[in-house]
C-alpha cells in the first residue's frame, strides 16, 4: 500500500532523511518512534505528499507520487489520506464542526450527509458539547480529537497520524487510539502513527525506531493486547 526507496531531504547544512525505505501492507499500523529532531514529522509529510523528498521515490497502491503535480497531489490527499498534524493545523475561523466537515466539502459529497458523519465522529470522540466552538476557545487536547475527526471525513484508505495523543491526557489517548483501531477494523486503513508514547507503539504491528534521519530499529509487536 505504501512504499518508500531511499527517501532522503535535506535542508541547508542539515541531512533530515538519510535513505529511508519502508513498507506496508493494506490494513497495517505501524508507529515510528524516535527523538525530538530525528525526522518523524519530515518523513510523515513526505509519505504524505505534502512535501517532497530530495531524492527516492514514494509509491502508494501502485501509484508513483514523486512526480505528480500540485494539483494531482491535493486531489489525491483529499480522497485516500488523513493527517492529523503535529500542531492541529485548524482552521481558526470555523467551528470544530465546520473544520471537520470541510474536506468532505472539498470532496463534492451533500452537506447533510457530511455534517452528520462529522457530528458523529466527535461525539464518538466526546466533543460534542464543544463542537460549535472555534479553536481557539478548545485545549490543545479538544483540537487534537477534532483533528482527528478531521482526518476521518472521506474516510481515508490510509491515515498518517503525527503525535495524535501528545497532547492527551491518559485517558483520552486511549480513547483516541481505540478510535483509530476501530476505524482500522472497520475499513482496513493503513495507519502510520508517530508517538513517543511506548503503550501507543506497543498496540502496532510494529514499530520503527528513528534516529538521526535513518530508521535504526523495526521491533514486531506483541498484539494479543488487542
Ligand atoms: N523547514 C525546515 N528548515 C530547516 N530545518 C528543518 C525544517 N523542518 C525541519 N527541520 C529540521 O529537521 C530536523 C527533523 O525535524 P522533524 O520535524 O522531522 O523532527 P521530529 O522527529 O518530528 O521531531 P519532534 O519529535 O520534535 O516532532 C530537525 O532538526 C528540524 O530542526
Ligand atoms: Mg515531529
Not at 478510535?179 to 482496513?188: A, M, P
Request: proline share 3%.
Amino acid at each position: 500500500m505504501i512504499e518508500c526507496i531511499n527517501i532522503k531531504k535535506s535542508y541547508p547544512q542539515l541531512q533530515v532523511l538519510k535513505g529511508i525505505d519502508l513498507k506496508l501492507e493494506q490494513g497495517q499500523l505501524i508507529s515510528i518512534l524516535g527523538a525530538s529532531g530525528a525526522g518523524k514529522s519530515t518523513l510523515l509529510h513526505i509519505i504524505g505528499t505534502l512535501d517532497k523528498a530530495d531524492s527516492g521515490e514514494i509509491i502508494i497502491d501502485g501509484i508513483n507520487y514523486s512526480k505528480k503535480s500540485a494539483g494531482e497531489l491535493a486531489q489525491f490527499r483529499n480522497k485516500n489520506l488523513g493527517f492529523i498534524f503535529q500542531f492541529h493545523h485548524l482552521l481558526p475561523e470555523f467551528t470544530a464542526l465546520e473544520n471537520v466537515c470541510i474536506p468532505g466539502f472539498i470532496a463534492g459529497r451533500k452537506e447533510k450527509e457530511v455534517t452528520a458523519q462529522a457530528q458523529s465522529l466527535l461525539s464518538k470522540l466526546g466533543m460534542e458539547p464543544r463542537m460549535n466552538q472555534k479553536p481557539g476557545q478548545l485545549s490543545g487536547g479538544e483540537q487534537q480529537r477534532v483533528a482527528l475527526a478531521r482526518a476521518l471525513i472521506n474516510s481515508p484508505k490510509i491515515l498518517l497520524a503525527d503525535e495524535p495523543t501528545g497532547n492527551l491526557d491518559k485517558q483520552n489517548a486511549e480513547q483516541v487510539l481505540n478510535l483509530i483501531l476501530s476505524f482500522r477494523k472497520e475499513s482496513n486503513m493503513t495507519i502510520i502513527i508517530v508517538t513517543h508514547d511506548q503503550t501507543i507503539a506497543s498496540k502496532t504491528d510494529y514499530s520503527l525506531t528513528m534516529q538521526d534521519g535513518k530508521i535504526i530499529q523495526n521491533t514486531k509487536n506483541n498484539l494479543n493486547v488487542l
